[in-house]
């Protein structure tokens, strides 16, 4: 009896060892049970004096698969971190000063242009100047969203982009160009645009008071897409021929300005001389509005040249405005547009016995143009002494066409063109690490560089040649299909009313409804020789007419 009391006691201690084991996790009750019967016993021990082993048991498999879940969320936490680690972080300052000069180059050419060439016009066609620069815009605009952005800054051959981002399909909120990855990529397709369309906006000014309105808008939509994209790529873009090549266009001294210049050229021979030219005197609407509007001009230009340094990264700098490069750049538009201002004027005061106010604008205009070539690689003393030779050098260029006999109504050609390629080249000479950051290659030849001369006239004729023979196929391709000149008889009422049933000057109709065009018509002086005696200009005529 003891001996069968001792194996009883001995059993049961075992099986609430077994069961203790169990519940502290050590023992893995998969383990099949020696015999029948202490698994019987066990069951029954389990189920007497731990009820709750079992439970316990799936709350701890419960814990551990929260936790699994929980490694799940954090491990998809990293992974997002990581990519959005990809996403570069736009600078605040960068994407507001980029804003703010969107806004002031889009303000050159509405109503900044538009103003300028709108009071230097006759007043019979004062409405129609001030119309072809607002159509341009609207215009540009929708090509640059189709196809113009996308054939000027996505990457793809040496003269043109590619199809990628036609109708902006690939540009994202999130994403970035490479020239500007510092802002958002739709405000860099904002930016770009400006200059777009200012660029064929300058043109209009070679060929005004006698083109059609229809066959313009056609000739400007072709050239844009033929002439300003492939120029734009192959001097912006890191695959173009010649930006590889070396060739330095801080803000559009060959892409805008040369362009520009050499397509008003062609456009003021094709389309042939105004009636009178060069027997009467075309009187000026209204001075002061030019004033207001080159003066616009002037302040858009800040944002213009100022807006450009953050597509410049120099070694040692930091990135965007913070490296003063556009405030450096501000700084030399100004000093060269008031340099120039002040050499075309005593250059005209020597002259013409008198200094005039057209003449102190036309000097400004030629300043800005000279300098956007340079303005961010040279110091202020390149940037005087480009102001300084830009005013006589444009103020003789505009006499040409009366040497030479072309109808460049407003000095398209004789200030952008002369003044683009003077900038360009001075570019070569005054250009310095001082102001592109030490190892950045981009010296002049006053600064032990002289092959950047090369290089930059490389860029000028390329520019100049590619704009006169696309132009010259384009305005005759359009001549020969729509006809790009007004009747004369059109012409001397004045394009506000014949092309859009509006004008300044008072008109009447017939009886039958018809404009009376001699109601139109306004006096006209005689001869240019009779007016040049008293005028104070004496030959001059009327500066950018």
């Known amino acids: 009896m003891p001996r069968f009391l001792y194996c009883v006691l001995k059993y049961f201690s ?57 490694e799940s969320t954090i491990s998809q ?58 159509s341009i815009a609207c215009l540009i605009t929708i090509l640059w969203v189709l196809f113009g952005y996308s054939l000027a800054f ?44 200012i660029t064929p906006a300058l043109i209009s000014g070679a060929f005004a008071d006698r083109m ?3 066959p313009m808008l056609v000739f400007i939509g072709l050239w844009h897409l033929l002439v300003y994209c492939p120029i734009a790529h192959s001097t ?6 010649l930006h590889s090549a070396g060739v330095m266009d801080f803000a559009g001294g060959n892409v805008v300005h040369v362009a520009a210049g050499c397509a008003g050229l062609m456009s003021s021979i094709v389309v042939g001389k105004r009636a009178g030219y060069g027997r009467e005197v075309f009187s000026h609407h209204n001075i002061l509005i030019s004033v207001l509007g080159a003066s616009l001009l002037w302040v858009g230009w800040c944002g213009f040249n100022g807006g450009s340094a953050l597509g410049e990264r120099y070694p040692g700098q930091p990135t965007g405005v913070t490296s003063g490069l556009a405030a450096t750049s501000v700084l030399n538009t100004n000093l060269a547009a008031a340099t120039a201002s002040l050499t075309w004027m005593c250059t005209e005061w020597m002259i013409r016995k008198r200094p005039s106010v057209l003449g102190i604008i036309s000097g400004m205009f030629s300043g800005l143009v000279t300098i956007t070539a340079g303005a961010g690689y040279v110091n202020v003393t390149g940037a005087f002494c480009m102001g300084f030779l830009a005013g006589p050098v444009c103020y003789f260029a505009a006499q040409l066409k009366h040497r030479f006999g072309y109808d460049d109504a407003l000095d398209a050609f004789g200030i952008h063109a002369p003044g683009g390629a003077l900038g360009g080249i001075l570019t070569g000479f005054f250009a310095t690490e001082e102001i592109t950051g030490k190892g950045s290659g981009k010296n002049g030849a006053f600064y032990g560089n002289p092959k950047q001369i090369y290089l930059q006239m490389y860029g000028v004729a390329f520019s100049a040649i590619w704009s006169l023979i696309v132009s010259y196929i384009l305005l005759k391709l359009v001549d020969m299909t729509l006809g790009l000149r007004v ?27 018809n404009i009376n065009r001699s109601s139109l018509e306004l006096p ?16 001059e005529g009327n500066g950018f007419i």
């Open 14 to 70: 075992v099986v609430i060892f077994l069961v203790s084991c169990s519940a502290e996790g050590q023992v893995d009750w998969k383990v099949k049970p020696q015999s029948p019967a202490l698994r019987a016993s066990v069951e029954a021990v389990k189920s007497k004096e731990f009820p709750n082993a079992k439970s316990s048991l799936r709350d701890s498999d419960l814990i551990l698969e929260k936790i699994k879940a929980l």
């Open 77 to 134: 936490l990293q992974k997002n971190i990581s990519t959005s680690n990809s996403i570069p972080a736009f600078q605040s300052g960068d994407v507001s000063w980029i804003l703010t000069s969107s806004a002031l180059v889009f303000m050159m050419t509405i109503p900044g242009l538009a103003m300028f060439y709108g009071g230097l016009v006759r007043v019979q066609n004062v409405l129609s100047t001030v119309m072809q620069s607002f």
């Open 154 to 197: 996505d990457t793809g051959g040496k003269v043109f982009g590619s199809h990628q981002k036609f109708w902006l399909q690939k540009v994202k909120l999130t994403g970035f160009h490479p020239l500007f990855p510092s802002i958002p990529e739709p405000l860099f397709v904002v930016y770009s645009l400006t200059f777009a369309i």
């Open 212 to 214: 059609r309105f229809g």
């Open 236 to 241: 912006w873009m890191t695959d173009g021929f």
């Open 487 to 513: 009747a004369i008889e059109d012409e001397l009422s004045g394009l506000d009313m014949v092309c859009h049933g509006e004008s300044l000057v008072p008109f009447h109709l017939d009886p039958d409804g």
């Open 524 to 539: 006209r002086s005689c001869s240019l020789e009779a007016d040049v005696e008293s005028s104070p200009s004496k030959g």
